[in-house]
């Protein structure tokens, strides 16, 4: 089961826009709309952000969305801001009671 | 409030065994799976097994079958992972993590395991 495949970083300034992409393949993301996001920051454990493809936990920013095409999810962080400065993780139901998490995503704000 | 507290660091010599704890609190334990995902230093979430608190049943992922042992105690509301012969290349923080739906929401706060003679 390889990991889903996620770019290394990402970059923006503050109020910017950014986008990133997690693929897997139709045995994961493409065949469950069960995909979700995780933020880290520097030693803490992880946070939920995005679930079940685009669904916001309650008390994560609606500046966070997520969307799913094909074999491919996307997170979207609207209107950047400092404390985004993360790493961001995705995570996908694989059948048969497994997961699959993405190599993760370092966003920086320029 | 859900909480999950995990027990300290540990050291351990190549070949040994550890044990992690996860005892919860906040909520109904039998009601939720528990999850172990583990970090490596600089690397990414890996996900390694789940238990049903209810009755039990567990899954491994295929990279840590035959070493790992997940199992719980209900009257503690406590979940185990307990990892075999480890190697270097098993120093990471663990972490548990409570499934709700197919997502993780409430995690642990890790605990890193360092394998070295």
């Known amino acids: 089961q390889s990991a889903l495949t996620q770019p290394a970083s990402v970059s923006g300034s503050p109020g910017q826009s950014i986008t990133i992409s997690c693929t897997g393949t139709?045995?994961?993301?493409?065949?469950?709309?069960?995909v979700s996001w995780y933020q880290q920051h520097p030693g803490k454990a992880p946070k939920l952000m995005i679930y079940?493809?685009?669904k916001r936990p309650s008390g994560v920013a609606n500046r966070f969305s997520g969307s799913k095409s094909g074999n491919t999810a996307s997170l979207t962080i609207s209107g950047l801001q400092a404390e985004d400065e993360a790493d961001y993780y995705c995570?996908?139901?694989?059948?048969?009671?497994?997961?699959?998490f993405g190599t993760g995503t370092r966003v920086t704000v320029l | 409030q859900v909480q999950l507290v995990q027990s300290g660091a540990e050291v351990e010599e190549p070949g040994a065994s550890l044990k992690v704890s996860c005892k919860t609190s906040?909520?109904?334990?039998?009601?939720?799976?528990v999850h172990w995902v583990r970090q490596a230093p600089g690397q990414r979430l890996e996900w390694m097994g789940w238990?049903?608190?209810?009755?039990?049943?567990?899954k491994y992922s295929q990279r840590f079958q035959g070493r790992v042992t997940i199992t719980r105690d209900t009257s503690a509301s406590t979940v185990y992972m307990e990892l075999r012969s480890l190697r270097s290349e098993d120093t990471a923080v663990y972490y548990c993590?409570?499934?709700?739906?197919?997502?993780?929401?409430?995690w642990g706060q890790g605990t890193l395991v360092t394998v070295s003679s």
């Open positions: 906040g909520y109904t334990f039998t009601n939720y799976a």
């Open positions: 993590a409570r499934r709700s739906s197919e997502n993780f929401d409430y």
């Open positions: 079940d493809v685009s």
């Open positions: 238990i049903n608190a209810d009755n039990g049943d567990t």
């Open positions: 995570c996908s139901y694989a059948g048969t009671t497994t997961y699959v």
């Open positions: 139709s045995s994961d993301v493409g065949n469950y709309d069960l």
